[in-house]
Structure formats: structure tokens, C-alpha cells
């Protein structure tokens, strides 16, 4: 009903209901929302909630997968299959290693030997590697292995 409405079928009782209508509109109209009863705002809670937990359920089913499929991977004897983990791990060894000893000792270690031995040496320039790429995927790697060692403590392994 109408402002007009109310006002022309109710009085001055109308006239209230009729403003609480035409506010109640004008809200809407504003926000694009309605006013909901609790009955309604419970209905749409149970409905998030409901949501969310089949969310999770999906979650962890995809985890449960990737388990499942992390331990197919590590039964093969290829090392395609099985071994790229291992592979990975020992690359980013490397290139900690070259980042934060050979790089930098080694120049001096080549000058030093050149010193004792008589023969200058001259080193070429060492190239820097990405640690900020590198360190991306050791703190991933170490996630992992964090997982992989609390399902071992757990015993679901």
C-alpha cells in the first residue's frame, strides 16, 4: 500500500503506517535490500552455514585425493613419477648453496689460493640467482614436508 494510501484509508494511524511503509521503500530502493523477519535471517544463516560446510567437505576431499595421489606418485619406481620431489628439494639446496657460500666465498678462496701459490687468477663475475623465486618454493617444499610430518606423528600415513 501506498503512502497516499494509508493516509486516505486510515487517518492519522494510516499516516503513520503509510510513512513506516514509504520509509521501508525508500530503503529499499536505496540499498536494494528488503527487510528481513528473524524467521527469514535464521532460514538464510542456515542456508550460509549449510554452504560452508559442504565447502569444507569439498576441501577436504580434494585433499584426501591429493593425498592419495601423492602416495601413487611415491610408490613408482620412475623417477619422473617419484622422483621430482626429490629433485626439487636437492635444486633448491644447490642454489642456497651457491647463493650463500659458494658465491660468496668462493672469490675469495680462489684470490687466497692465487696469493699462496704465486699465480694471479681472475675470476669471472658470478651471477646472482632469484632468491626471492627461490625462497618461494623452499618455504612451499617445507610446508610439505611440515604436512607430510605431522601425518607421520599422527600415524596416518
Aim: hydrophobic content about 50%; proline content about 4%; charged content about 15%.
Amino acid at each position: 500500500m501506498s503512502f497516499w494510501g494509508a493516509l486516505a484509508e486510515g487517518g492519522i494511524s494510516g499516516l503513520f503506517k503509510g510513512a513506516g511503509e514509504f520509509a521501508k521503500d525508500v530503503r529499499a530502493a536505496i540499498t536494494g535490500k528488503e527487510v528481513l523477519t528473524a524467521e527469514q535471517q535464521a532460514q538464510i544463516l542456515a542456508q550460509a552455514q549449510a554452504l560452508e560446510s559442504a565447502a569444507q567437505q569439498m576441501e577436504m576431499q580434494a585433499a584426501a585425493g591429493q593425498i592419495e595421489l601423492n602416495k601413487i606418485d611415491a610408490q613408482s619406481g620412475s623417477l619422473f613419477k617419484g622422483g621430482w620431489r626429490p629433485s626439487l628439494g636437492w635444486c633448491c639446496v644447490f642454489g642456497l648453496c651457491y647463493t650463500f657460500v659458494l658465491r660468496p666465498l668462493l672469490p675469495w678462496v680462489v684470490e687466497v689460493s692465487a696469493l699462496v701459490s704465486g699465480h694471479p687468477v681472475v675470476l669471472p663475475a658470478m651471477p646472482p640467482l632469484d632468491t626471492k623465486e627461490l625462497m618461494a618454493l623452499v618455504m612451499a617444499l617445507l610446508g610439505f614436508g611440515g604436512f607430510r610430518m605431522v601425518e607421520r606423528i599422527k600415524g596416518k600415513t
